[in-house]
């Protein structure tokens, strides 16, 4: 992947180009390294994944079921495929469910079940190693390629996100002088344009990352400092990452305001330049504003919709998180400001997205979701919301029109998701309102 800009935006896979799915189905046993040996299955069949999803297993326990697109459209591709899947000792039960066009066989799973969805925050643990893209593998074009040092530093500081599990805490990184220079030239350049061009949320929070979190040019924050942070501001939690999720996974994370933090840092051959996400680009573009409680109720928002959505709501809705919390505009009195981390992680594309090139449009759900961009060069389009709070509520309006059979709340006590399918949940969700609006009433006389 080549990027134009200087940093690249999110910490999915956001490409939007669609392929016939050529789709295979299979269950591992729950061991570590288990996906590792099938996506190197994969490799050696010469094919490219294109989407992953899972799901606790129904006949491997414990396991997980697995269904993978990958970019095989012949029949002896197809069989090729299965063949080295097959050679993989913790797989069970492989097979082809769906695409080749006419060969759409009855072993796909129906198109209406509702997908499966992590229901408490350690369910997001099942996530660890389904990353798409980077992590310890890097591309042949990435700065780092040829860097057999670098690469194994990758190496080790992505192992300590795999073995990472809920409630442990967050692993601290010690940081070598070489990754604190290429930290400080992006630092202190992004720093000093930032009074220019950053929205005021994100220039309020900024100082309080420098005074409790040890933001400077001359430190690499640790997200463990970064998360008790975000928790005591906005309940926000960050959590290690090996690399890019699924668009599904990085979502549902969102609803347990959970965000996926990378803790490598960029090829310091060119420390302004990244073909992924990396910590310059979490640190400084996406955690200021998860302390500011309007942002992290839209970005939580997005969430909540993405839970048990279908393929095509996932698309919908990764496009809108593209298009405001990776390169989001918002209008200030009479001036437009960024907040978006893709371009406040960008000293390039942040002084442009704000000149007169680009198009800019208001920000609508609708008109947002279906509107196509690349992803390895400036934005044509940016969308401009009127504040964080008027794009939550029209964000609201557009979920309400998602096809999914049931609405889902966040419940902080338990950090666990309830679905409101029943007249009982209903109800005890009713009685919870009323109490609140009660407790509300009872403030508003004392005022």
């Not at 400077?216 to 997200?223: E, K, N, R, S």
């Not at 330049?273 to 109720?297: R, W």
């Not at 998180?321 to 960008?346: D, H, K, P």
């Not at 949940?425 to 005022?447: C, G, P, W, Y």
Request: charged share 30%.
């Amino acid at each position: 992947m080549h990027n134009h800009s200087q940093d690249s935006g999110t910490h999915y896979n956001a490409s939007t180009d669609r392929m016939p799915r050529t789709t295979l189905f299979f269950s591992v046993h729950d061991m570590v390294g288990a996906l590792d040996e099938c996506l190197r299955a994969l490799k050696r069949a010469s094919v490219s994944m294109t989407r992953i999803e899972s799901r606790p297993s129904k006949s491997v326990d414990p396991g997980y079921d697995f269904f993978v697109d990958v970019d095989a459209h012949t029949k002896e591709l197809v069989q090729r495929v299965i063949e080295e899947v097959k050679k993989v000792k913790v797989v069970r039960d492989v097979r082809f469910v769906g695409s080749l066009e006419a060969e759409e066989e009855s072993a796909v799973v129906n198109e209406h079940a509702v997908p499966w969805f992590p229901r408490k925050v350690s369910d997001l643990d099942t996530f660890a190693e389904k990353v798409m893209e980077m992590g310890e593998e890097l591309s042949s074009d990435h700065p780092g390629a040829k860097d057999p040092v670098y690469r194994r530093r990758r190496y080790d500081i992505v192992q300590k996100a795999k073995e990472y599990r809920t409630g442990q805490p967050l692993p601290r990184i010690e940081y070598t002088q070489e990754e604190k220079d290429t930290w400080r030239q992006v630092y202190t350049r992004l720093r000093a344009m930032y009074p220019k061009y950053a929205c005021r949320e994100f220039l309020h929070v900024f100082p309080l990352l420098e005074q409790n979190c040890a933001y400077g040019p001359d430190t690499i924050p640790q997200i463990e400092d970064i998360s008790r942070f975000l928790k005591d501001c906005t309940g926000f939690t960050l959590r290690p990452v090996m690399g890019l999720l699924t668009p599904r996974d990085f979502l549902n994370s969102l609803a347990f305001r959970v965000f996926h933090s990378t803790q490598y840092i960029r090829h310091h051959s060119d420390p302004y330049y990244t073909p992924e996400p990396d910590c310059c680009h979490e640190l400084l573009g996406h955690v200021p504003l998860f302390a500011d409680p309007n942002f992290a109720e839209l970005a939580q928002e997005i969430g909540l919709a993405s839970l048990g959505a279908s393929d095509e709501d996932i698309e919908k809705l990764a496009t809108i998180f593209w298009f405001t919390a990776e390169f989001g505009l918002c209008r200030e009195g009479t001036e437009v400001r960024a907040f978006g981390a893709g371009l406040l992680s960008s000293f390039g594309e942040l002084e442009y997205a704000l000149t007169e090139k680009p198009e800019k449009r208001t920000f609508d759900p609708s008109l947002t979701a279906v509107q196509k961009y690349p992803i390895t060069q400036y934005q044509p389009v940016y969308f401009v919301a009127d504040s964080f709070r008027d794009a939550t509520s029209k964000l609201r309006e557009f979920n309400s029109s998602m096809r999914r059979p049931f609405q889902v709340r966040y419940n902080p006590y338990t950090q666990s998701v309830e679905v409101l399918d029943t007249k009982d949940k209903v109800q005890h969700f009713a009685r919870t309102i009323r109490n609140e609006m009660q407790l509300l009433a009872s403030a508003l006389d004392q005022l």
